[in-house]
């Protein structure tokens, strides 16, 4: 449970259900269909482990299901051993109350009852709903208010009216209640032989207890037909890109000499760039942003500065290197950008030609490629023409899914 005051709970996790509606398939009723790879109510039980490492958890199953619930349990990383799995009845209400009975057990003052086939439910809402049952309320009920235009038609299926959709909402669950409060409401519409409630605040209504709305969440939602579960697997399997960004920055000292060389370009001046390779800062901070989108060390680490077969060595040899080793670990160079930070020399009129040794050496295109340039306005170090910094970007997109 996240920052919010915590409760004394459980969670009633309704999958006795058939289905019907989703169609027939190898796998079992739809709360068994497989979404992402696990199914469907794997997803809706890790939910509340993850969220409260202390609350109990009923799941109410048929009797025919023990060894697709069994299954289902397999795909949880942990929190097993704290759910209960009891036989479910003919209808909804007759398995819900099956659960409320099987936690008066328990000592649990709330609980938190949940549609099996609602996997998206998260922690936020979870939270939301925990804060108002600490907050006294004996009842509360996620919904999201209706936004569509709602019309009443007749039985050939003609509109009679405009239904007004002010005040209407789309109940969601889970729906929470004082645990107490909720399990004598179930037993008296069951010695009542009331069997027609179509959702756990409709026997709160019916007792009398009041009902507090909550925000519910537009992505709670409860997988119905077959469209729905294919949306749902869409939706959990779609890959995410691994898209990754690299910083690097390098400084050299400037020195009496005939010119410096920046970005692979020799540009003459009367200063040089000191260093044991070509001290081409601009190509050894990006080495190194490259190198930092596969954890791959820095410049020092491939080509130290103690080894005599760098010195002066031409700095195209490091950034081709670290090209090699991002390839090599599966990822695309999508775009380079360098900073240069130098008063002298001018940088513009050699930003071009940057840009395509850049290109080169990466094996991209021209258009990925960005060479820029300012002043320290003759502050600092480099305001006194003592040496020239360069700060480097590197994005790289890799295969497969983000860990």
Not at 117 to 140: K, M, N, Q, W, Y
Not at 201 to 226: D, F, H
Not at 233 to 254: C, I, K, M, W
């Amino acid at each position: 449970m996240g920052a919010q005051k915590r409760i004394n709970c459980g969670v009633i996790v309704v999958a006795a259900g058939r289905g019907e509606r989703a169609g027939s398939h190898p796998d079992g009723p739809k709360q068994y269909r497989r979404i992402a790879g696990r199914p469907v109510i794997s997803h809706t039980l890790e939910a509340f482990v993850k969220w409260d490492p202390a609350c109990r958890i009923v799941a109410v199953i048929h009797r025919d299901d023990r060894d697709l619930f069994d299954t289902a349990l397999d795909h949880l990383e942990g929190g097993r051993d704290r759910i209960l799995a009891v036989t479910g009845g003919r209808t909804r209400q007759q398995s819900v109350l099956a659960g409320l009975e099987a936690l008066s057990s328990l000592d649990v003052d709330h609980v938190l009852i949940q549609d099996a086939v609602r996997p998206f439910v998260d922690t936020v809402l979870l939270d939301r709903i925990a804060a108002t049952l600490a907050s006294g309320e004996c009842a509360v009920l996620p919904a999201v208010a209706v936004a569509d235009t709602l019309k009443r038609s007749d039985s050939a299926g003609h509109v009679l009216e405009t239904v007004p959709r002010t005040g209407l909402f789309a109940a969601q669950t889970p729906q929470a209640f004082h645990f107490a409060t909720i399990r004598d409401a179930h037993r008296r519409a069951a010695e009542d032989g009331r069997d027609d409630f179509t959702d756990d605040a409709a026997i709160a209504e019916w007792a009398g207890v009041p009902v507090r709305l909550v925000e519910g969440s537009a992505a709670n939602v409860k997988l119905t037909l077959q469209k729905d579960l294919i949306m749902a697997d869409e939706r959990l399997s779609a890959p995410l890109p691994d898209v990754r960004t690299g910083n690097g920055y390098d400084v050299h000292q400037l020195e009496p000499g005939d010119g410096v060389t920046l970005c692979g370009v020799f540009i003459p001046h009367d200063q040089r760039l000191k260093g044991h390779s070509d001290a081409d800062v601009a190509l050894h901070a990006l080495t190194d942003a490259l190198l930092a989108t596969c954890g791959a060390g820095d410049i020092g680490d491939h080509f130290p500065p103690s080894d005599p077969q760098w010195k002066g060595a031409a700095s195209r040899i490091f950034i081709e290197h670290a090209a090699k080793i991002v390839r090599a670990r599966g990822g695309t160079i999508m775009n380079a950008d360098v900073s240069l930070i130098a008063e002298a020399p001018k940088i513009g009129p050699h930003r071009d030609e940057m840009r395509r040794r850049l290109s080169e050496f990466l094996g991209i295109a021209l258009e990925r490629c960005s060479v820029k340039a300012t002043t320290n306005e003759t502050i600092g170090f480099v305001g006194r023409r003592e040496g020239i910094a360069a700060i480097a970007t590197a994005t790289v997109v890799y295969r497969g899914q983000p860990s």
